[in-house]
């Protein structure tokens, strides 16, 4: 006779891949800029392009710049990639290991 708790096997499987995104965020209003998809430890300092799954309100200028709609520069389009100012934005969310 088994006297132990029973675990669903549904709790026991790993989260959607959602979870393993970061949300990008103006540092000034908090306002949401973007879903990135991140790839390894280290610091966010450029954004793919090819990983941004969902753009919320991020505006892109006529001088390649990157705005948030409060005005707060975010980062410098650069083709394949935007660079990120690193004061402009705050992150919350989980990197996704290499």
């Known amino acids: 006779m088994f006297c132990g708790t029973f675990r669903s096997p549904v709790a026991l499987k790993p989260g959607p891949v959602d979870d393993l995104m970061l949300i990008i965020r103006c540092s000034a209003c908090g306002r949401k800029l973007w879903r990135y998809d991140k790839i390894g430890p280290g610091a966010v300092l450029r954004c ?37 100012i690193a004061k402009a934005f705050t992150y919350r969310g989980t990197k996704r290991r290499s």
């Open 48 to 84: 793919h392009k090819d990983r941004i799954k969902k753009m919320f309100s991020a505006v892109v200028g006529d001088n390649n710049r990157i705005y948030c709609k409060c005005g707060k520069d975010i980062g410098i389009d650069k083709g394949r990639f935007y660079k990120m």
